[in-house]
Each structure stands twice: as C-alpha cells, then as structure tokens.
C-alpha cells in the first residue's frame, strides 16, 4: 500500500475522451464561467460603488458574489484548460488546493444564505428594530463568521481526505477533485477520518436548511398579514430570489454528498457536481438582478458612466 505523498498527481476523467466532446465541453464551460464572472463583477462592482446600494442586504450579495467567483474558479479555468491541451492531469498540490477552496467557498457560501435568511426576517417581521438587529457591526461579524466557518469545515475535509491512502488508482471519475470520488478510489480500509467530517458537515448543512425554513415560515406568516397588496407583492419578491438560490444550491450539494460513490464513471455525478458548483454562480447575480429594481437602476447608470461620477 502506497501512501499519498507519494503520489504526484490525479487523472480527471469527468467527460468522454472523445475529442469532439473535449471541443464542446471546454466552449460550454468557457461560456458559463464568462457569464458568472461577468455576472458576479458587476454586482461587486454595482454594490461598492452605489451608495444606495450599502445596505446588510446587498453587502451580503457582495460577499455571496465574491463566494460564487472563487467557487466557480476553483473548478472550471483548470477543467477548460485541461480539455484544450487534452491533458487530464492534475498534481497532488492542485488537487489539495481545489478540495479546500471548493470546501470553503461552498460552507462559507451556506453559512451565508442562512444568515441573508436572517436578514429577510428582520426586515418583515421587525422592520421597527431592522436597523438595529441589522447594524454595519453585525453584518461584518456575520460576514467574518461565515468566513471563518468555511475556513474551518475546510481544513477539516482537506485534512481528513488527504489523510488517507491511495494505491494503484489515481484516476478520478470527475471534472475536479470531488471528495466522494477521492473516497471511491482510496485503498484504506479504515475511512472514519473522513467519514466523520462529513458527517458533521452534513448535521451542520441541515441545521443551516432547518433554520432557514423556520425563518421562511415566520416571514410568510407576517407578508400575509399584510393589507397592501403592493407591500405584499414587494416582500415576496425579496424573498423569492434568494429562496429561489438556496433550493438550487442546497439540493444539488445534498445528492452529491449523500448518494452512493462507485469507482465506475457515471455522466450522472457529472452532471449533479456541474449543477451544484457552476450553476448557482452563473445563475445568481441573473436572479437577484432581474426583478430587482435598484440593480437594474444602478447598472444602467454603470453603463452611462454616471455611477462612477457619482
């Protein structure tokens, strides 16, 4: 049995070798990741430079787009460049980096869709106190804590896989380094060290679900209290987008994690880890920008070149 240390690199095989499927599979992700990085820029962009813009709500968009680019990063730039070169190849150092960025961009991501939740709340069912509950501190702290809560469930996936020993197979049945598929192929008997983490992971994820849940309940109950039609309309479209982002995120993460790994290439794994890791980064800023009038506002005058000015 050889230890990991002494393997220097992983073979990706997420796709078909067929060369006409590398053509299609490195333009398909080129457009996407260009489309979630531009998306992604401008809302940073928008939401720094438009002071009517500075409020917990859409600083916490700041920081979900700034999560969604390095999520999206981690996985896509190295799958298009290894389908150009038709190279497959990734060293043990790049696998290591994108299991822990991958990690800690999806935790830190979770952590703060629960705390946007939060928000939601405060602003609906306690709009007297929302500046209060909500204040400039609180939300940076809520930020940090998001953060660091990645940073940690991170090193505890990271350590945890590359604990384990890997012996003959080093090819794996995705596009990046996926944890189930680096377990799949691991030849240690004895995978409670990674076992472990993710379950913690998965009883923290579902807190996070539950929570969320509670909080919707709670914020629907008050909007159907609510006389005005307009203000009724106006606070279910504020929550649709980020509901809307959270059932996208959550349900492809969950059926990653949580359904059986084989050693035997599946288009289906594909295809899930696609859905749950270049999907949400691409169609968030689309979502939160398309019923929202203050960003369109605000893009059309980035556009003019009269936010700038400003």
């Known amino acids: 049995m050889t230890n990991l240390t002494v393997v220097t690199e992983f073979i990706l095989v997420g796709f078909s070798t067929n060369q006409n499927m590398y053509i299609l599979h490195s333009v398909l992700f080129l457009l996407i990741y260009l ?44 799958s298009i460049a290894n389908s150009l070169i038709n190279n497959n190849s990734i060293s043990f150092l790049g696998c290591v980096s994108q299991v822990f960025l991958l990690v800690f961009s999806a935790s830190a991501e979770l952590l703060l869709l629960t705390v946007m ?11 007297l106190h929302y500046d209060t509950i909500m204040s400039r ?5 809520a930020a940090a804590v998001s953060w660091l809560y990645g940073s940690l469930i991170a090193v505890m996936h990271t350590a945890g896989t590359f604990s384990l020993s890997y012996c003959r197979c080093n090819t794996v049945y995705q596009f990046f380094c996926d ?41 629907f109950s008050t909007i159907k209290k609510i ?12 929550c649709f987008p980020h509901l809307v982002v959270v059932v996208l995120f959550l349900s492809g993460g969950f059926i990653a994690y949580l359904k059986p790994t084989s050693r035997s290439p599946s288009i289906s794994d594909v295809v899930i880890s696609v859905f749950y890791t270049m999907m949400p980064p691409t169609l968030n800023p689309i979502i ?8 369109k506002m605000a893009l059309r005058m980035l556009i003019r070149g009269n936010l700038t000015k400003k």
């Open 35 to 78: 489309c979630a990085l531009m998306g992604n820029v401008l809302i940073i962009m928008i939401t720094t430079l438009d002071h009517h813009l500075h409020t917990p709500m859409y600083f916490f968009l700041k920081n979900l787009s700034f999560l969604d680019l390095c999520l999206i990063s981690v996985t896509a730039p190295k």
């Open 117 to 127: 939740s939060f928000d939601r709340y405060a602003a609906i069912c306690h709009p």
């Open 137 to 141: 501190s609180t939300c940076v702290q």
């Open 179 to 219: 944890i189930p598929q680096l377990l799949a192929i691991s030849c240690s008997e004895n995978l409670i060290r990674e076992i472990v983490p993710i379950f913690i992971n998965v009883v923290l994820d579902f807190c996070c679900f539950i929570f969320i849940i509670i909080t919707y309940v709670y914020i």
């Open 227 to 238: 006389p005005s039609t307009e203000c009724h309309s106006k606070a279910y479209y504020t």
């Open 288 to 295: 939160y920008s398309l019923r929202n009038k203050a960003m």
